[in-house]
């Protein structure tokens, strides 16, 4: 004859299973800022179970000025760009909760993010310039925060591996050490296209800044070596496109613009050199 489970019994499967729900279900609904830049502030607030934090922006579109008629659909267009880059930053900061260093976050998520905020902005700013007055001083809107990081977030938020399961991910900060002494031949190298043999002649009021930027793009790509070596084994598949690759075509984007943009003030603007942005990585 079967036997009724004991009240205390039935209490306890109960709550078995609604742990077992909470914890599902926070797989699904971990959150992040949709932080735009449509709302008065770009600092929605973004949460999951894990408590990674919040990445935060200034609001880009109340510091415009007036956008004149032609330049209104590209404005729109790098605005949407703005939201998007947060809500990828935010997606990125629940995904990668754990992993990396006690930088892992400045390094692989804010950082990359500024830099593509820069790019959007300047982007922004040349085009109210082509028509009107160029606004000055947006670049000042770039960066962005973490806010709220909770104790459970691991080392991917608050810069601390947790006790116990996440201790590993602490060993991650190793990760330069298992890369051992085989360095670059393990990691390999990082190649761009030259930047100073596709300029036109530059004028002597630009040289100044078009040497500082050329000397800024060697030590972005100095930087982006280094940290493929000292994270050998961090992330997925996709971790140096991700994290190396991309922020620092972004970087470089950026940088070019400014160098095309100094030549353009007294010379021809040069034109195209976006497409020696992108770099690779060779094994």
């Not at 001083?137 to 806010?147: E, K, R, Y």
């Not at 190649?191 to 930027?213: I, Q």
């Amino acid at each position: 004859m079967s036997r009724a489970l004991p009240k205390y019994n039935k209490r306890r499967v109960t709550f078995i299973g609604g742990a077992a729900a909470v914890a599902l279900s926070g797989t699904v609904i971990a959150g992040f800022a949709l932080a735009g830049e449509g709302s008065k502030s770009d600092g929605t607030s973004a949460r999951t179970l894990a408590s990674p934090g919040t990445i935060t922006c200034p609001d880009v579109r109340s510091k415009l000025p007036a956008v004149p008629a032609s330049a209104k659909a590209e404005i729109d267009r790098n605005l949407t760009l703005l939201n998007t880059q947060i809500q990828e930053a935010n997606k990125r900061l629940v995904d990668t909760v754990g992993q990396g260093g006690p930088n892992f976050v400045q390094n692989a998520i804010l950082g990359p993010l500024k830099d593509k905020r820069v790019a959007a902005i300047n982007r922004m700013a040349t085009a109210i310039g082509r028509t009107a007055a160029k606004p000055q001083g947006l670049d000042s809107l770039a960066a962005c925060t973490l806010n709220g990081a909770g104790t459970n977030a691991g080392g991917g938020a608050a810069g601390k591996p947790q006790a116990g399961g996440n201790a590993g991910n602490a060993g991650n900060a190793g990760n330069a050490g298992n890369a051992g002494n085989a360095g670059n031949a393990a990691a390999g190298t990082i190649t761009c296209p030259d930047v100073r043999s596709k300029l036109p002649a530059v004028p002597a009021s630009a040289k100044a800044e078009v040497d500082r930027n050329l000397t800024l793009l060697d030590t972005q790509l100095r930087e982006a070596n280094t940290r493929l070596v000292n994270t050998v084994g961090q992330g997925g598949p996709n971790f140096v496109q991700n994290a190396i690759l991309g922020p620092l075509k972004d970087k470089r984007v950026a940088t070019v613009n400014r160098i095309a943009t100094a030549i353009g003030r007294t010379a021809a603007k040069p034109q195209g050199l976006d497409s020696l942005a992108a770099c690779t990585l060779t094994k």
